[in-house]
């Protein structure tokens, strides 16, 4: 069983203005798909913050941090998640080239970017969801 931890990074949320509804989603999705959820947190939009938690915002807007903040603890990227999501979601809209999400390895961790929209968040789950178990059993150090 892949086991995987979920971080919402946003001041709304985080400040009660607003309801995580992009959690839930990947709550349903990953436990549906034999995933094990094993921690669940929410954080402002504060780089320090997410990097210490770690991983919201992918956007262009001014406290979409979250990439940086991936960016900076990863010790190997693994850009081909992102570009993936990317490309499979222009078929939906040309704003899927905003979207800045990266992906990384920290340690035996698999670190994903997702955007903040529970419509987006699923999508894009759903475009890599069925590569993740090969990607987790590589960086165990199984074959490819």
Known sequence: MIRAAIL???????????????????????????????DKSLVPDEQDVIAAELTGGTGLGPRDVTPEATYSVCERLVPGLGELMRAESLKKTRHAFLSRGIAGLRSNTL?????????????CLEIILDILPHAIEM??????
């Open 111 to 123: 670190i994903i970017n997702l955007p903040g929209s529970p419509k987006a968040v699923r999508e």
């Open 8 to 38: 919402t990074v946003s001041d709304r949320c985080a400040n009660k203005q607003q309801e995580d509804h992009s959690a839930p989603a990947l709550v349903e999705i990953l436990s549906r798909n034999g995933f094990e959820i094993c």
């Open 139 to 144: 960086m165990r150090g199984g074959g490819h």
